[in-house]
């Protein structure tokens, strides 16, 4: 509205000192002076700003000295007074504007290619139907400012940048912050003519890159990067962010601000201790904001509980400190950098989710992401957003890393070898034991259906399998301990059967039959007598064109465990002949403490 204002209160201005031109000759022009800048930076900056609010803007050398102005105009000596008085009063411009000559500026530096120094007023037409006095005229503006509700103006131009001497452009490069020279040596890193320390100190081999950007760019090899060369190494620099849509975003409720990329990116939903920020277009790019209170313990417990997510791949660097961690995760597909830190009770981060293979693009923009962090106050509130759809393969809704498949196993010794089923023996890209041990295959038996592992660190199992000595009854009673649906449980479950033979269906020795109802997922699991002494391993169900009943399964026996573990170095623990039949809560507890989920990743 004030620049609708302004512009008309010029234009009646202007018509009126014509008019009284016409009676009194011709007036000597004259300028409204109402900035000063030290370089051509600052003054390219002050005439951007200037002029999208201000109608007449000009950009003038002063006298050779590297200072230069921002003036309006040029309008004869009466006019020139009533738009300084009206733009003072209404705090357009700075109350110690004020009127000066031409002769006073050396040469015209912008609009591009104007010279109003040597050049009449500009004069604008007269309006017949116009006021007759300016008080007429500004109450004329007035009541056209407040009918006008949408303001329409033609576009200002962006004043372009004029080259510097090298001396101006020393003196620019004085101006700069210890940022911007750092970011500038980044930049001449980038472009691959800078090896040194980005220490913001501009010396010898500093220099010697500016030339050789220089060089390369055509320009002037001085060694001294003006400021439009500077802006020009920047841009560069910066290209490959562009289409990100790069912007500030300020969060409230979490506390955060920061550059986010929303060209790729919008804010979805808040499932705290996050905000999510989704994929928009073809990128599969993803933001979280972290933020939630809590202790050391929390942001220890965050770190754990990040790392069995789907967007943190196993493989990556990760590091804990005492009050912060970083979490990189990269596979195939993406790459996934977290970072937090803990203060005044206070946790609060972010994670990028960037897709594989743009490695440039990712690293510039995860930079721009570090820099710009920002704590602000508060926290998210931990009941904000909460989600109605619930599932336990989801954490404030992200999804839970899940294995390609999770059979059960059996401790044999204190060390923590397990007993487990042949189908871990290939395919998969890493095997846990527990609560996530990695685990190695020492051996197999295809014929047989079993594999053996060692943990890679230290394992203390609570006790350890006993093998029975001898065949077992034909009918007699077993146990069947396992993680039947894949550790949701988070115990193992009981399937109770009796022994139908003693070998196979095709009379194969070191095999049990067995009627007994299990799942896929007890594969693997400890078959036990009424004692709970070991007498198998229950077998996965085999495929093919033949389908059994489903109270039909398999078992390797102790005895051809015993002699696959001895091919390993192993004695393995066997069970007293005099041991009696166990309680039930007693065979619960046995179960529980030999029995162990084994899961395959990718």
């Given at each position: 509205?004030?620049?609708?204002?302004l512009a008309?209160?010029?234009v009646i201005?202007?018509s009126?000192?014509?008019?009284?031109?016409?009676?009194?000759?011709?007036q000597?022009q004259?300028w409204?002076?109402i900035e000063?800048?030290?370089?051509?930076a600052a003054?390219?900056?002050?005439?951007?700003?200037?002029?999208?609010t201000?109608n007449?803007?000009?950009?003038?050398?002063?006298?050779?000295?590297?200072?230069?102005?921002?003036?309006?105009?040029p309008?004869?000596?009466?006019?020139?007074?009533?738009?300084l008085?009206?733009?003072r009063?209404?705090?357009?411009?700075?109350?110690?504007?004020?009127?000066?000559q031409?002769?006073e500026?050396?040469?015209?530096?912008?609009?591009v290619?104007?010279?109003?120094?040597t050049?009449?007023?500009?004069?604008?037409p007269?309006?017949?139907?116009g006021?007759?006095?300016?008080?007429?005229?500004?109450?004329?503006?007035?009541t056209a400012?407040?009918?006008?509700t949408?303001?329409?103006?033609?576009p200002?131009?962006?004043?372009?940048?004029?080259d510097e001497?090298?001396?101006?452009?020393r003196?620019s490069?004085?101006?700069l912050?210890?940022?911007e020279?750092a970011?500038?040596?980044?930049?001449?890193?980038?472009?691959?003519?800078?090896?040194?320390?980005?220490?913001?100190?501009?010396?010898?081999?500093?220099?010697?890159?500016?030339?050789?950007?220089?060089?390369a760019?055509?320009?002037?090899?001085?060694?001294?990067?003006?400021?439009?060369?500077?802006?020009?190494l920047?841009?560069?620099?910066?290209?490959?962010?562009d289409?990100?849509?790069?912007?500030?975003?300020?969060?409230?409720?979490?506390?955060?601000e920061?550059?986010?990329?929303?060209?790729?990116?919008?804010?979805?939903?808040?499932?705290?201790?996050f905000?999510?920020?989704?994929a928009?277009?073809d990128?599969?790019?993803?933001?979280?904001?972290?933020?939630q209170?809590?202790?050391?313990?929390?942001?220890?417990?965050?770190?754990?509980?990040?790392q069995?997510?789907?967007?943190?791949p196993?493989s990556?660097?990760?590091?804990r400190?005492k009050?912060?961690?970083?979490?990189?995760?990269e596979?195939?597909?993406?790459?996934?950098?977290t970072?937090?830190?803990?203060?005044?009770?206070?946790?609060?981060?972010?994670t990028?989710?960037?897709?594989?293979g743009?490695e440039?693009?990712r690293?510039?923009?995860?930079?721009?992401?570090?820099d710009?962090?920002?704590?602000?106050?508060?926290?998210l509130?931990?009941?904000?957003?909460?989600?109605d759809?619930?599932?336990?393969?989801?954490?404030?809704?992200?999804?839970?890393?899940k294995?390609?498949?999770s059979?059960?196993?059996?401790?044999?010794?204190?060390?923590?070898t397990?007993?487990?089923?042949?189908?871990?023996?290939?395919g998969?890209?890493?095997?846990?034991?527990?609560?996530?041990?990695?685990?190695?295959?020492?051996?197999?038996?295809?014929?047989l259906?079993?594999?053996?592992?060692?943990?890679?660190?230290a394992?203390?199992?609570?006790?350890?399998?006993?093998?029975?000595?001898?065949?077992?009854?034909?009918?007699?009673?077993?146990?069947?301990?396992?993680?039947?649906y894949?550790?949701?449980?988070?115990?193992?479950?009981?399937?109770?059967?009796?022994?139908?033979d003693?070998?196979?269906?095709?009379g194969e020795?070191?095999?049990?039959?067995?009627?007994?109802?299990?799942?896929?997922?007890?594969?693997?699991?400890?078959?036990?007598?009424?004692?709970?002494?070991?007498?198998?391993?229950?077998?996965s169900?085999?495929g093919?064109?033949?389908?059994?009943?489903e109270d039909?399964a398999?078992?390797?026996?102790?005895?051809?465990?015993?002699?696959?573990?001895?091919?390993?170095?192993?004695?393995p623990?066997?069970?007293?002949?005099?041991?009696?039949?166990?309680a039930?809560?007693?065979?619960s507890?046995?179960?529980?403490g030999?029995?162990?989920?084994?899961?395959?990743?990718?």
């Amino acid at each position: 509205m004030i620049r609708i204002f302004l512009a008309t209160v010029f234009v009646i201005c202007a018509s009126l000192g014509v008019a009284q031109a016409q009676q009194t000759g011709t007036q000597q022009q004259v300028w409204v002076q109402i900035e000063a800048q030290p370089n051509l930076a600052a003054i390219n900056e002050a005439l951007r700003r200037r002029s999208a609010t201000l109608n007449d803007v000009n950009g003038f050398d002063l006298d050779g000295s590297g200072w230069y102005v921002v003036a309006l105009g040029p309008y004869d000596q009466d006019v020139a007074d009533e738009v300084l008085f009206t733009l003072r009063r209404d705090g357009s411009i700075p109350r110690d504007s004020y009127i000066t000559q031409s002769a006073e500026y050396a040469r015209q530096i912008w609009p591009v290619g104007a010279d109003l120094l040597t050049r009449g007023t500009a004069r604008i037409p007269t309006d017949p139907s116009g006021p007759g006095d300016l008080a007429a005229a500004l109450e004329q503006a007035q009541t056209a400012q407040s009918e006008t509700t949408q303001p329409q103006s033609a576009p200002v131009p962006e004043p372009e940048f004029i080259d510097e001497s090298p001396r101006e452009a020393r003196a620019s490069e004085a101006l700069l912050s210890r940022d911007e020279r750092a970011s500038l040596q980044v930049a001449l890193e980038w472009a691959g003519h800078y090896q040194g320390r980005i220490d913001a100190a501009f010396g010898a081999g500093t220099r010697r890159s500016m030339v050789n950007w220089q060089a390369a760019n055509g320009y002037e090899a001085t060694g001294i990067l003006t400021t439009l060369q500077r802006r020009e190494l920047l841009k560069q620099y910066n290209a490959v962010l562009d289409g990100l849509d790069l912007q500030r975003v300020a969060d409230p409720k979490a506390g955060i601000e920061m550059q986010i990329p929303l060209g790729v990116v919008k804010f979805a939903r808040y499932e705290p201790p996050f905000a999510h920020f989704d994929a928009t277009g073809d990128i599969p790019a993803r933001v979280l904001m972290i933020s939630q209170e809590g202790t050391q313990d929390t942001l220890y417990g965050l770190y754990d509980i990040m790392q069995t997510l789907e967007i943190v791949p196993q493989s990556g660097p990760r590091e804990r400190g005492k009050d912060s961690f970083t979490l990189i995760g990269e596979n195939a597909s993406f790459v996934s950098h977290t970072e937090a830190r803990i203060d005044g009770g206070e946790i609060k981060g972010f994670t990028l989710i960037w897709p594989a293979g743009d490695e440039e693009r990712r690293t510039r923009l995860l930079r721009v992401m570090q820099d710009s962090f920002t704590r602000t106050s508060g926290v998210l509130d931990p009941g904000a957003g909460y989600n109605d759809a619930q599932s336990i393969d989801l954490i404030s809704g992200l999804e839970i890393r899940k294995p390609k498949f999770s059979r059960s196993g059996f401790y044999v010794d204190g060390g923590g070898t397990v007993v487990t089923t042949s189908e871990f023996s290939s395919g998969c890209g890493r095997i846990t034991i527990e609560d996530g041990q990695d685990a190695d295959v020492a051996a197999t038996d295809d014929a047989l259906g079993v594999s053996v592992l060692r943990p890679r660190g230290a394992v203390a199992p609570i006790s350890v399998a006993a093998l029975s000595q001898g065949a077992p009854r034909i009918q007699s009673e077993v146990t069947l301990a396992g993680y039947s649906y894949g550790g949701v449980l988070g115990a193992p479950s009981l399937t109770f059967g009796t022994v139908s033979d003693i070998r196979g269906l095709n009379g194969e020795k070191g095999i049990k039959r067995l009627t007994l109802a299990a799942l896929e997922g007890d594969a693997g699991g400890p078959v036990m007598d009424a004692g709970g002494a070991v007498l198998g391993m229950l077998l996965s169900r085999a495929g093919g064109a033949r389908t059994l009943p489903e109270d039909v399964a398999f078992a390797a026996g102790s005895d051809a465990l015993a002699r696959l573990l001895a091919d390993t170095g192993m004695a393995p623990g066997t069970a007293s002949t005099s041991a009696g039949p166990l309680a039930p809560a007693q065979m619960s507890e046995r179960a529980a403490g030999i029995t162990v989920l084994v899961s395959c990743w990718e």
